[in-house]
Every structure is written in C-alpha cells, then in structure tokens.
C-alpha cells in the first residue's frame, strides 16, 4: 500500500509540477520579451499589471478547484449526478465571471493602471496589458476550470500537456508579435491571451475520446452549490489575489524609494519567483485529487502519507531553488536586464538573496491550505491563507520598509511566511482542533 500511495503522489505531483512551470511561463516569457523590447519601462509597466493577472487566475483556480475537489469526493462515493451538477455549475459560473472581467477591461483599464501605481511613463504600456487580458479572462478561467476537472477525471497527463502547450506556444507567439511583428505591449498580452485558447484545444481531447466521466447537464444553478464550490476554493483564490495585493503593496512602496528602476528590479525577482511558487502550487494542487479521494473515503493513513510526502518535497525543492540562486543571482537578472542598468543588477541581487529564503516557508504554507481545503477544511484554510496573503505582510512590509529601506521590503516576505508556519504548526498541535491534529 505504501509503494502505491507513494507512487500515486509521484505521478500526480511530477505531472503538477511540469504543468505549473510550463504556467508560470505565461508571466516569464513575457517579462524576458518584454525587458529585450522595452527595456526598464516595460519592465516595470508589465509589474504594474501582473497584479491583474493574479486575480483573473485566481478566480479560475477557485471555481476549478473547488469544483473538482467536490466532484472527486462526490465521485469516491459514486454519487455521479450530483458530480455533473458540480461540473455545470462551475461552467456557468465560469462564464459569468469572465464576463465580468471582460467589461471591467474595456471600460475601466485606465482607472485600474492607476490604482495599480502607473505613472505618466509606466501608463499606456500598463493600461495596454490590462486591457488585453482582461478581455481573454473567460478563457483563462475556463481554462482553469477544465484543467482541474480532468486532473481530478484520472487523467492528469492530459493536464500538464495542455499547461506546457500553452506556455510554449505563448513563449514562441511572444516572440513572433513583440519583434518580427513590431506589436510592443500589446503584442505580449495577446500571445499571452491566446495561450490558455490552446490549452483549451488540447484539454478538449479528453471529451473528443470520450474519457470524460463527467458532462455538462441541464441543470438549474443553486447558489447552495455556488457557495460550496466558493468555500472549497477559497483558498487557492486568496492565495493567488493575494499575490496581486502583494504586488501592488510593494510597487507603491518600492516606488515610493527607488523609483521605477526599483519596481523594474522588483519585476524581476517577484517574476523568477513565480517560477518557484509554482512548483509548491503544482505539488499542492498535484496532491487535491489523492487527498480528496482519501477524504471521501475516509483512508487516513493515505491522508497522513500524503501530506507527509508534499512537506518534504517542498523542503527539498526550496533548498535546491535557494542554493541555485545563491550562486547564479547575476546571471539570472542578467537575463532580465537587457540595459545592464547596474542599480537593476545591484537592487534585484540582494532581493534574490532574501526574498528567495521565505520559500522554506511558502511551500508548507502553500500546501497545508491545500491540503485542510480539500479535506473541507474551509476555515483553517482560509486562515493560511489570509494570514501569510495580507494581514500579515501588508503592513509587514510598511513597517519594515521604512526600518530597513529595501532589505525591509526583501525581509517582509520571508517574516511573513515564518510566522505563518508558526501559526499553522500551533493550529495543528492544539487540542482544541483535533480536525486537523488527528491527520498530522
């Protein structure tokens, strides 16, 4: 039973893992093409305008997530309507919010960049991004939704291929829009736009072949099950807005002592560290299925095993990703810094160098929220995530920042993270929440 335990969690978790690399490519190839073209100022214009990105994604991971968690425990107990009722339902609602995205995008863009710290020099290139994947929203969403399902449909495979697709296919069309084509911002939004069209194309193969054991049913949409899909996914959606509060925290702060060069040198590291988020994202999200499964049937010695596995992949993983920074701090923003700025590369080198070491933290927080989500923990879930997402590091990083100039700015995440570990280590061992206690 180990071996199998153990092999399943290898194969979901790997696949995950390559899936949401291939992802956070979006965002990277984007900032590369971007910092070749249009060097500092586009650099920091594409900060600004992540943030948009972050919440666009995160509602798609919300609805997917939630939905897939509960059609997997509704599935294990063979309740195969109420399973497609799930199914439709996260569809529907899918649709609705990207809508509502998509007229936010033409109508409120500009009002958006400003909020979001753009000024005269960062604005236009900012409003451009925003716009351009506000209007893609619905298919980033869908996207999210339909990835989630089919992971959870026993074929997670299928998922990571259509992941790595779409970020290599926006890779090479970042290219092709931003040089041959001359199409600057808006050229990078667009490949980015049509990334997840492709992913969609790839994913739908698992209907073309009929492997779907879920389908989208007459059905009239009960806010009951909109609230349950909500709650389940809650915390991916705080998880992912709150790197957009981050974000903006951080570039209004940033701006305010180094200027634009300093948000630039920000992009880069918050960008290469997407790349490590990821990885904790694709290991917590590789986990959902096994542990909702065991959830549903009530194995808790799988449950146990699991989570055990994710903690120290995670570990393992950050020692690598830190030590690799460590050594290579230069010549990876040398890849971002087509300028040579040398307040780029000196601003970016000592932000490498602290910032990376609250990835110790980040993945065991990433993946115990994960983890109490999908075992319907919704309130402990919710916690973490809050916690380690805005209640803490916002004014971590106000405090901080006016203490220690930008080494505060670096620090607030990795105190951030460490104390969230701390709360959820305490939550863990009180033996007033055995819910979570008796799976640890």
């Known amino acids: 039973m180990k071996e199998s335990i153990f092999k399943s969690f290898v194969k979901y978790v790997s696949l995950n893992i390559l899936g949401m690399l291939g992802l956070s490519c979006y965002i990277l190839a984007d900032t590369f093409f971007v910092s070749k073209a249009l060097g500092a100022t586009g650099v920091a214009a594409l900060n600004f305008s992540i943030s948009i990105y972050s919440i666009i994604h995160g509602s798609g991971l919300m609805i997917g997530i939630g939905g897939a968690t509960r059609y997997s425990i509704l599935k294990s107990q063979k309740d195969d309507k109420k399973a497609n009722i799930i199914f439709t339902t996260c569809i529907k609602l899918g649709i609705v919010t990207g809508i509502i995205f998509v007229i936010i995008g033409v109508f409120g863009s500009k009002s958006l960049a400003l909020l979001f710290g753009a000024d005269i020099t960062t604005l236009q290139l900012t409003r451009t991004y925003m716009a351009t994947i506000l209007c893609f929203a619905p298919f980033f969403i869908m996207n999210n939704i339909l990835l989630a399902f089919v992971r959870n449909d026993n074929n997670p495979k299928l998922s990571m291929i259509a992941m790595l697709t779409g970020s290599f296919s926006n890779i090479i069309l970042d290219y092709i829009f931003m040089f041959p084509l001359g199409m600057g911002m808006f050229g990078a939004a667009f490949a980015t736009g049509l990334a997840p069209i492709i992913s969609i194309g790839i994913i739908s193969i698992h209907f073309i072949k009929g492997k779907n054991n879920f389908s989208f049913i007459k059905c009239r949409v ?18 992912e807005v709150s790197s957009a509060v981050v974000l903006i925290t951080f570039n209004l702060v940033i701006l305010g002592l180094q200027g634009n060069i300093g948000v630039a040198s920000y992009g880069i590291v918050a960008n290469i560290a997407l790349v490590g988020i990821s990885i904790f994202t694709g290991i917590a999200q590789g986990i959902q299925p096994l542990v909702s499964q065991g959830y549903g049937l009530g194995q808790h010695r799988v449950l146990k095993k699991v989570v055990v596995y994710a903690l120290i992949t995670s570990l393992s993983i950050a020692a690598l990703i830190y030590f690799t920074v460590f050594i290579k701090a230069d010549q990876i923003i040398g890849m971002f810094n087509s300028e040579q700025n040398l307040n780029i590369t000196r601003i970016a080198n000592i932000g490498l160098r602290i910032y990376f070491l ?14 109490l989500s999908a075992t319907e923990r919704t309130k402990e879930a919710f916690i973490i995530s809050i916690a380690r997402g805005c209640v803490i590091i916002v004014p971590m990083v106000l405090l901080l920042s006016n203490l220690l100039n930008m080494s505060g700015v670096w620090l607030a995440f990795v105190l951030t993270e460490g104390v969230v570990t701390i709360m959820m280590i305490i939550m863990s061992c009180s033996k007033k929440n055995k819910m979570i206690s008796n799976y640890l």
């Open 222 to 239: 009960r806010w009951s099950i909109i609230c349950d899909v909500i709650s389940l996914g809650l915390a991916a959606f705080i998880s």
């Open 358 to 371: 609250g990835f110790f933290f980040a993945g065991i927080n990433i993946n115990m929220a994960m983890y």
